[in-house]
Each structure stands twice: as structure tokens, then as C-alpha cells.
Antibody, heavy 113, light 110 residues
């Protein structure tokens, strides 16, 4: 069974940083583009960033450009999201997603003083 | 970035047929936007139903189908079941820019 397991979420003060991780198993991780998608409480889905199979291309939603960095390590079947200068509006459940159709269960990020 | 539009809410009778649509502020939706469709039930992570306009996954119920219709991406549900009541999201890809979700359609089976 394909698994994606996110970790690294938590409570952080405005202006702080967090690094999210997503570990994939039982599928060929390096074959897929990977994305981070977030969902604020009671709101819809928002695409945050994605990364090409080999990491050579990365794209971001305008609201996180310059603050968030997506990366991957195919040798570890892992996806990352470094989040700096966090704001209250970044509060959300963060999901990692593959173009193969699989979603993780999410990790909650709360930005509050 | 582009704005992707969906019907806020739709209602379908059990056994009935309904079509959800997904439009783009930049113009007609084409296969080059690689439309995806997702289903999300309350308290659960989303699941992916359709990729690249009309392709299904092994877990996608046969009653769901994807297409392009009148300049939009479309998700058609034929033979609605009570368990299909959920929020549905589309996602469009914009080459060299990134991806954008629609605002979601709340589908009621009643």
C-alpha cells in the first residue's frame, strides 16, 4: 500500500520557521512530481508548491515566494518544505501529494503568538 | 495568478446525473491545463478521482468521468450515490507558473 507520511507541523510564533517532511513508501518516489497543498481551517484547498521528479524545476504560489522552499531527496523517498517568516495566514493543514494520485494525511501548522 | 472557478454548490437526486465544471480566468480550459478532480469528505484528506482531463485511477468509481465541455473542464457523476455527497475540487496547471485549485463545489445528494 502506498504511504505518504507528513511530519514537522506544530505551533510557531509569527516570523518563525518550520520544516515539513513527507516520507513516501511502496512506490517509485522519483517517478512523480510532488506537491505541497494546504487547507486553512474551514477553507478550500490551496496549491502551495511543486517540484519536478529530479528537483530541477520548482514552482510556488505567489503568497509564499521568497519565504518557502520545496526540496526533495529521492535517495530517501522524501519531500520537504522549509517555511520561513511564517504568518498567521499560513495556518493550515499541509498535505503532500503525488501526481500518481496519492495524498498524505497532513500535518497541522499553526502560526500564533 | 489565474483564478479557477467552480459552482459553489449543486444538488443531485440519488441515481441522477450531475456535471460539475471548472473554468479559468485566462480563457478556455484545454488538455494542456492537465485538469485534475478531487473529492473531499468532512474530516478526511482529499482523494484524487481524475487526472489529465479524463483518466481514472484504479480506485475511481466508474460512475465518475472527466471531460472538456464548452471551454471548461467537467466532472460528470452518473448514478449518484449517497456516499458521493462531498466537496469536489478541480486543479489546473499553468505552464511555467504553477497550479491553481478551484474554490470547490459542495455536492449534495438529496
Amino acid at each position: 500500500e502506498v504511504q505518504l507520511v507528513e511530519s514537522g507541523g506544530g505551533l510557531v510564533q509569527p516570523g518563525g520557521s518550520l520544516r515539513l517532511s513527507c516520507a513516501g513508501s511502496t512506490f517509485t518516489f522519483s517517478s512523480y512530481w510532488m506537491s505541497w497543498v494546504r487547507q486553512a481551517p474551514g477553507k478550500g484547498l490551496e496549491w502551495v508548491a511543486n517540484i519536478k521528479r529530479d528537483g530541477s524545476e520548482k514552482y510556488y504560489v505567489d503568497s509564499v515566494k521568497g519565504r518557502f522552499t520545496i526540496s526533495r531527496d529521492n535517495t530517501k523517498n522524501s519531500l520537504y518544505l522549509q517555511m520561513n517568516s511564517l504568518r498567521a495566514e499560513d495556518t493550515a493543514m499541509y498535505y503532500c501529494v503525488t501526481t500518481g494520485g496519492y495524498w498524505g494525511q497532513g500535518t497541522l501548522v499553526t502560526v500564533s503568538s | 495568478q489565474a483564478v479557477v472557478t467552480q459552482e459553489p454548490s449543486l444538488t443531485v437526486s440519488p441515481g441522477g446525473t450531475v456535471t460539475l465544471t471548472c473554468g479559468s480566468s485566462t480563457g478556455a480550459v484545454t488538455s494542456g491545463h492537465y485538469p485534475y478532480w478531487f473529492q473531499q469528505k468532512p474530516g478526511q484528506a482529499p482523494t484524487t478521482l481524475i487526472y489529465d482531463t479524463s483518466n481514472k485511477y484504479s480506485w475511481t468509481p466508474a460512475r465518475f468521468s472527466g471531460s472538456l465541455l464548452g471551454g471548461k473542464a467537467a466532472l460528470t457523476l452518473s448514478g449518484a450515490q449517497p456516499e458521493d455527497e462531498a466537496e469536489y475540487y478541480c486543479l489546473l496547471s499553468y505552464s511555467g507558473v504553477g497550479e491553481v485549485f478551484g474554490g470547490g463545489t459542495k455536492l449534495t445528494v438529496l
